[in-house]
C-alpha cells in the first residue's frame, strides 16, 4: 500500500516571472522605428501558452505592436526554440509571406497565424520556454530587428482523473481517492503517466460550486496520485494539478461519495 504524503506548496512564481521578463534588446536599429507589445491568441492555454496534444494541429494568432514617426510598412516574426534565432533548434514561420499590419496613427498592430502540427513540428525536448524574433520596416525606411523580443510557453496537454470509493461508505470510514495524470508525449504521439508531480486533493460540498484544498500527494511512477481521508460528509473529490514550465495544468472531474 502506497503512503501519501501531504504538504503546502509555495509556487515558483517569482522564479518563473523572471525567466518571462521582457529583457530584450535590439540586434539592429535604424531611426527611431520600436517594437512593444506582443499577444497571442488561440493557444488553448494562459495567457499567451501554447497547448498542443498528440495529434491535433492548432492556429495560433499573434499579434506585435510597432511604431515609427513615418508609419510602419511592414513586420515579419519568427518563433523559435533556443537561446537566439541563430542558434535555434526548432523555428516556425508564419502562414504569411508577412504580418498583416494595421495602423493607427504612427503605431500599427502586426497580425501573422501559425498552424502546430505536433506530429510535424515538435517533440519533447521543445516543451518549454520559446522566443519571439521580430523585424519592422517604417516607410521612411527606419526598421527595427530584435532578436527575442519576448518569451512564451509552448506546453504539453494534460489529462488527469479522479476515482473516489467506496461508493457509498459509512461515516468515519476511510475513502480512498485515487487518480492518474497523463501528458501529450510528442515523441511517441500518446499519452505517459507524469512521474513525481504534485496533485492536489481537492473536496467540494453538495450546493456549492467552489473546491477546497487538502495538500497534495505526489504521483508516482506511472502517474498515479493516491491518497486516504476520513468520510465526515457527503462530498466530491478529485485532484488539481498546477503546471509546469512545459505541462498545462488541468483538474480533474469531480467524483461524489454519498456518507451514510
Known sequence: MQRSTFGSALLGSLAIAALLTPGAQATEVVGNADVGDFRIT???GSGNDVVLGTTDSRTITVKVTASDDSGIKSADFTLFHGSSLSNADAVLKPSEAAAVCSADGTTSVCTAHYTID???DLKNSLAGIWKVNVEADANDGDYVKVDGLTTFFMKRYAKLTAN?????????GTITVTGKLTRANWDT????????QR??????RPGTDYYESLGYTTTN?????T??????????????FRGTMTTRAV?????FVDVR
Do not use: I
Open 199 to 204: 496533485a492536489y486533493l481537492e473536496f467540494r
Open 227 to 240: 491518497a486516504k481521508v476520513t468520510a465526515t460528509a457527503d462530498r466530491y473529490w478529485r485532484y488539481e
Open 42 to 44: 488561440g493557444g488553448g
Open 118 to 120: 505536433p506530429r510535424r
Open 164 to 172: 473516489a470509493s467506496p461508493e457509498p461508505v459509512a461515516k468515519g
Open 221 to 225: 511512477s506511472t502517474g498515479v496520485a
Open 189 to 196: 504521439h500518446d499519452y505517459r503517466g507524469y512521474t513525481n
Open 251 to 255: 483538474k480533474a472531474t469531480g467524483d
